[in-house]
């Protein structure tokens, strides 16, 4: 799925695949922002289409600290909800997200 934002000054790319790492789920191949949208209000509207698309998928993403500039590498991925869970083999900070819980129906409460 491929996201461009309608002034194009941002762009996110999601792909659904098992990486050699064995990372499983949706995968955020692409993000770049450009433009004067925070980035983790970007990151969190292509999370909402990431889930109407594959609902319930783990999302993640990888990020190569030796490029980024920030002190603190991914910190619009952790803005957004996601956390940093451990690095690939190849030394990259890999970050995910969960999918929201969805309610059952089955709470007495309601």
Do not use: H
Not at 53 to 78: A, D, M, Q
């Amino acid at each position: 799925m491929v996201l461009l934002s309608e002034d194009q000054t941002a762009l996110f790319v999601w792909r659904k695949f098992i990486s050699m790492d064995n990372q499983r789920g949706v995968n955020c191949a692409v993000f770049r922002n450009e433009g004067p949208t925070q980035a983790s209000d970007l990151i969190k509207s292509a999370m909402e289409l990431a889930w109407g698309r594959w609902p319930g998928e783990r999302l993640y993403t990888y990020v190569n600290p030796k490029f980024v500039k920030s002190k603190n590498p991914g910190y619009c991925f952790i803005m957004a909800n996601w956390k940093r869970c451990g690095f690939s083999k190849g030394g990259l900070l890999i970050l995910d997200c969960e999918p929201p819980v969805q309610p059952t129906g089955n709470d007495p409460s309601n």
